[in-house]
């Protein structure tokens, strides 16, 4: 059990195996979502990025709002519904704030990729900043916390934290593919962005659970002496 | 207490003018060292071997020579061969594309400049084989002197003989004009001056005209024109040489895609149809022109910018038409006719060919009979070569047992012989010059002699096998001459390389030392935490240089420059929102990177058409075009408007500053008296006035040199100021501000004239990320006042010259030669001098990446408090730090540098060696030495 007290009030507790769960289920939906949008666009995914990506964010970011409205930190004051509407919002400015982020780091700007680039910051915000309006909403506290600080109060923490850093720096990386002078079609933006995100927020998750597991471990040591 | 001495009297020392400048031109002495011994190594010049060929050498080869002793005394009947052309009319057309020349339905789409010399294709088209368009292949680099060199010595060049393009030398190896000069070939040359650079003494009559005012597109054509016609009623001469040089201008100038080009072309069409005509009518037998050779060729290609000297297939690729004015009896045999046809607009068929440049030089010889160029590699090209009438009857053999052979027969052995003579000058060249030939030679010598042996050498398939040998010869000895021309001396890479390393040791360790200098004075909190910025200050350092050993991260330089920018802006923005502090600066600092990042892709456009840029940005340059006048009006006013902010932000720093005082004061408002007009200038540009040459001329001379000459005497007045003030004991933080502010204007209104209109919003631009930057560096203070120096500087410093580089892509430069802004040079002047221009491109090229970065570099120190440092420390500090803040930037060049040595090293045989990773090195190198020398010069007049 993991209770501890924050400036906002009493964080619920989460028990480590529902976490890891969680995070299981979501690498899950989106390893699936992403083969079966490689199965229905057999050879698209690369050519034609727009429709794989819409389909995995369509599933992974309502997933993520769902399980995460759970976690809301304000429970008194905000129903779940509310939590998930809240959700939606931060979809929409995270995208926004992507978007921004990413055509400052060089992505292409243009009406052909309009729709690419915008398909690509929703699920970076379905990675990024979904999870954490659910759980905390606007309180800026929180979100100081969890981005600008290393240091962890619970494992939700951990859990919003390290998915989202790796999806971004996974996506940081996918970007160094891109100059090369390989001519691939995956080369071209947003594709191998978006594959690098997938593939640190998968190791984000992964690492999320080593960290809960540990956390926890030392936690019940601690207890124990 | 000894040591502390030692460290107090060292401090004192390291802080003075004198020990600073001793140390960085130490530095630069190292990396010149290290540059010089590395290039030795690498950029190594082909040995020019002084022998030449002669009448008499044939007599040495295996192959059937025409009896000397009577054709000794009479030049005119040739000595290698028989002579099948008596007269050979050569126009070049400089910088002469293939789509230029070959028919629009080669290619996949109709461009406006193609199909504009119709009357070539209408030579070509007919039936008939006597003229012919070609594609003429060249090597790279693709600048005319390189190019006239190779067409002429039938060598392949090499890169160290670039730097020779502004001043021509003349060619000390055996060339095409040398020969037919020994050989009594009277040769005439009207056009492009660098003939007569090239060969001075071989002439007959030249008519040079100057060619490097690239703005001037006809002098040189009009010339040509008028000393051309004339000429073709006369017999006093074998060999025409008329060099145009009108497209390249108007390539230089316009772009190929450009009224002006077609206009150019269109005035070519009209000149070849008459050298045409006026040849045709003489051609008649005892004519004049009854048995010339006219050859219309471009010495390279161009790209659709205008630009050539890289080995980009559009450069590379030029056309070569020849027709020769007496009739073909019979055509080639199809086995060594390469052509393909192909209908034209108006359904007339055209077959075109392709040849490489190399092979000029000994088909020509051929033709004339004159021997081959004792250095050339090239091959006799059989469809040029059989283009002329005179090449099917010469009957070099005595028919034996009288056997009659067919025309292609006879033609064909004539040609065995002349690849045999060609085979054997090469053979002979190649063992002079290396033993590496030798098994080769062997195995086609096989070949021929077994031919030879069972006498079989008159019979068509035998003639075709031994072509074949001679042929695969040949090229192979060019394939081998290409691949290892410049034997690279690994030694001497190593040592220079090594070299190099050093001084990178050296400068860590110097700022090291300082550091320890630095915590004398520094507050010492003993916890030693480096703040996350520095560490992605040095990762992007390191990521920059690793960058370097992919060719395509080379080609975008500029935009993984502005990417670790931005993600170093962001790093700083997050840390701004976290501290909740300098939110704005950090915003500001961000939205900046991305203008930056269009102004680099928009000088790629204008780098490879087919480059990233217009596929992506395709929808929007359309827009841009397509949109109403107020795109246009906006463009036209935006420099304006960031000249008028620049100079505001002058005269609001400096003029109305309380500590800028006497001579800086003047600095300032001279440069707002340039800037005032650059603005009157650019004003005077557009349409508001009648183009009267008056204003035409203030315009283009008076203001340019107004400005250089004000900024020249900015300069002299800092450096009066520097040699006679009186030494301040306080406010020299202010005074450093005030200092490093007039330097900047000074230089400036120079940069921003040479830049053009991207020059203020490029300045401007630059201005407000440095302003982030310094202003950024307080968030850190506050973690890491207890840290060293090195350590808190070390993340503005990075990003101080990740900004430094994204101003020199920017201002639409990139490491190539084709990327030097050459236009710039003219800015004021018209005649071509070449230490004035050499310094007005240096000065365009790096400018905003190298001059003003270094000489604004301490404002970073400068604009940084110590409150916490006591008043008497403060001033040694400063200096100390001030040091180690050049020392650092000197570091992040070194390190790049010493990346591309790397890189240029491992990459030497890789395809684009000379086309790419070689341009870098000389860049980088020409960059760090620039870098090093300007801090030197910054020491002398910073530090006190």
């Known amino acids: 059990m993991d209770t501890l007290i924050s400036e906002n009030g009493v964080f619920l507790p989460i028990p480590p195996l529902h976490a890891v769960r969680l995070h299981y289920l979501l690498g899950v939906i989106l390893l699936l979502t992403s083969m079966v949008a490689h199965t229905v666009f057999p050879t698209n995914p ?11 964010w369509a599933f992974e970011g309502p997933g993520l709002m769902i399980l995460f409205a759970n976690f809301q930190q304000d429970k008194e004051q905000c129903s779940y519904f509310r939590a998930v509407v809240r959700g939606y919002v931060g979809l929409v400015v995270g995208a926004i704030v992507n978007a921004l982020g990413a055509i400052i780091l060089g992505a292409p700007v243009g009406f052909e990729y309009f729709t690419k680039t915008l398909n690509w910051s929703l699920l970076m915000s379905s990675f990024t900043f979904v999870p954490a309006t659910c759980a905390f909403g606007s309180a800026w506290t929180h979100w100081r916390r969890v981005f600008a600080s290393t240091k962890a109060f619970s494992f939700i923490d951990y859990m919003i934290r390290l998915p989202a850093y790796g999806a971004v ?52 040591h601690l207890k124990g002496e | 207490m000894s040591k502390s001495g030692e460290v107090s009297w060292k401090s004192e020392n390291l802080g003075k003018r004198r020990w600073t400048f001793v140390v960085f031109l130490g530095i630069l002495i190292l990396h010149g060292l290290a540059i010089f011994v590395f290039t030795r190594g690498f950029l190594l010049t082909r040995t020019e071997l002084s022998q030449y060929s002669h009448c008499s050498d044939i007599q040495q080869s295996p192959c059937f020579s025409p009896p000397q002793d009577d054709q000794m005394v009479n030049h005119s009947k040739g000595c290698w061969t028989k002579p099948a052309v008596d007269r050979i009319v050569i126009i070049v057309l400089d910088a002469l594309r293939y789509d230029f020349v070959a028919p629009s339905t080669f290619f996949d789409e109709k461009k406006p400049w193609m199909d504009r010399l119709q009357v070539l294709h209408k030579l070509a088209s007919q039936p008939g084989s ?31 003989d670039v730097g020779n393009s502004f001043g021509a030398p003349a060619i000390i190896e055996d060339n095409l004009i040398y020969q037919m000069a020994k050989n009594g070939k009277r040769v005439v040359m009207m056009g492009d001056d660098t003939w007569v650079q090239l060969f001075p003494q071989h002439f007959n009559i030249s008519h040079p005209f100057p060619s490097f005012n690239v703005k001037d597109l006809d002098t040189v054509d009009d010339g040509c024109v008028e000393h051309l016609f004339p000429y073709l009623y006369q017999e006093d001469w074998d060999v025409l040489i008329a060099h145009f040089l009108g497209v390249d201008h108007a390539g230089h100038i316009f772009g190929v895609d450009s009224t002006e080009m077609i206009e150019k072309l269109e005035q070519y069409n009209g000149i070849l149809e008459k050298v045409v005509d006026v040849l045709e009518s003489q051609s008649g037998p005892g004519g004049l022109h009854e048995n010339t050779l006219l050859l219309v060729m471009g010495d390279h290609g161009q790209t659709i910018n205008g630009d050539h000297g890289g080995g980009a297939p559009e450069e590379v690729e030029t056309s070569l038409f020849a027709m020769s004015l007496q009739k073909n009896p019979s055509s080639l045999p199809s086995e060594t006719d390469s052509s393909s046809c192909r209908l034209d607009m108006e359904k007339r068929k055209i077959c075109t060919s392709s040849i490489e440049q190399l092979d000029f030089a000994a088909t020509v010889s051929a033709l004339l009979g004159i021997p081959y160029p004792f250095g050339s590699i090239g091959r006799v090209n059989p469809e040029l070569y059989a283009l002329a009438a005179g090449t099917w009857n010469l009957d070099i053999f005595t028919p034996e047992g009288g056997i009659n052979l067919s025309g292609s027969e006879r033609w064909m052995q004539n040609y065995v012989n002349v690849l045999c003579m060609n085979t054997w000058q090469v053979k002979r060249y190649i063992d002079v010059y290396s033993a590496q030939a030798h098994d080769n030679w062997l195995h086609t010598k096989e070949a021929v002699l077994n031919c030879k042996s069972e006498s079989c050498s008159t019979l068509l398939p035998q003639l075709k096998k031994q072509v074949e040998a001679y042929s695969n010869f040949l090229s192979s000895i060019t394939a081998l001459a290409r691949s290892k021309w410049t034997e690279f001396n690994l030694k001497m890479m190593g040592t220079g390389l090594c070299i190099l390393v050093l001084s990178l040791f050296v400068h860590i360790f110097i700022i090291k030392k300082l550091d320890k200098l630095c915590s004398c004075y520094l507050p010492c909190g003993g916890n030693f935490v480096v703040s996350f910025e520095a560490i992605f200050a040095y990762a992007a350092v390191l990521i920059r240089s690793f960058s370097f050993l992919s060719n395509s991260f080379i080609l975008e330089e500029g935009k993984t420059a502005s990417f670790l920018l931005a993600t170093a802006g962001m790093l700083q923005l997050r840390h701004a929102i976290v501290k909740k502090k300098m939110f704005l600066e950090g915003l500001l600092f961000v939205l900046v990177v991305p203008l930056l990042r269009f102004g680099i892709e928009l000088g790629q456009s204008k780098q490879a058409v087919n480059s990233l840029f217009l596929k992506s940005f395709a929808s929007w340059t359309v827009s841009v075009d397509n949109g109403t006048n107020l795109w246009i009006y906006v463009a036209d006013i935006l420099p304006f408007l960031a000249l008028v902010i620049l100079a505001y932000i002058l005269y609001y720093k400096s ?6 005082r006497g ?23 557009g349409n508001l006035f009648s183009p009267s040459t008056v204003i035409v001329d203030i315009k283009a001379y008076w203001i340019p040199r107004i400005i250089y000459v004000v ?58 990320q440095g302003w982030c930057v310094i202003r950024l560096m307080t968030l850190e203070r506050a973690k890491n006042d207890y840290n060293d120096s090195s350590t808190s500087y070390s993340s503005p410093v990075a990003k101080w010259s990740l900004l430094a580089v994204c101003l020199f892509f920017c201002t639409g430069h990139w490491c190539a030669f084709d990327g030097l802004r050459y236009a710039s040079a003219f800015v004021g002047f018209d005649e071509f001098n070449l230490i004035r221009q050499a310094a007005l491109l240096t000065i365009d090229t790096f400018g905003f990446s190298h001059i003003l970065p270094v000489m604004g570099l301490p404002l970073i120190v400068a604009c940084r408090r110590h409150p916490e440092v006591q008043a008497e420390k403060r001033k040694p500090l400063f200096f100390l730090q001030l040091c180690q803040v050049y020392l650092m930037y000197g570091l992040t060049m070194a390190i790049s540098m010493t990346f591309t040595i790397i890189c240029v090293t491992i990459q030497r045989r890789h395809l684009m060696v000379w086309g790419l990773f070689a341009p870098k090195f000389v860049f980088d190198a020409v960059g760090l030495l620039l870098t090093d020398l300007f801090i030197c010069l910054a020491s002398l007049y910073y530090f006190t």
């Open chain 1, 169 to 220: 720096i996974g996506a940081w990386l996918g970007a160094c593919a891109m100059p090369l002078d390989w001519g691939r079609p995956w080369q071209e933006w947003p594709v191998c962005v978006s594959y690098g995100a997938m593939a640190g927020y998968l190791l984000g998750l992964i690492a999320s659970s080593v960290c809960i597991i540990f956390h926890d471990r030392r936690q019940q």
């Open chain 1, 46 to 56: 690369i050519t034609h990025p727009t429709p794989t990506l819409l389909m995995i």
């Open chain 2, 663 to 685: 001579i800086f004061k003047l600095v300032a408002v001279g440069t707002i008296f340039a800037s005032s007009l650059i603005a009157l200038a650019w004003a005077l540009d």
């Open chain 2, 130 to 160: 006597f003229a012919k368009i070609f594609k003429a292949i060249a090597d790279p680099p693709t600048t005319s002197l390189q190019r006239l060199k190779g067409l002429t010595t039938g060598g392949l060049p090499t890169f160290i």
């Open chain 2, 711 to 768: 900024g020249l005497l900015q300069l002299f007045l800092l450096a009066i100021s520097q040699l006679f003030g009186k030494e301040k004991t306080s406010g020299w933080e202010e005074g450093t501000i005030v200092k490093a502010t007039a330097m900047l204007s000074a230089w400036s209104s120079t940069i921003i004239i040479l830049s053009g209109k991207q020059g203020p919003l490029v300045a401007l631009a630059a201005v407000i």
């Open chain 2, 655 to 660: 003029i109305r500053h309380s500590s800028c």
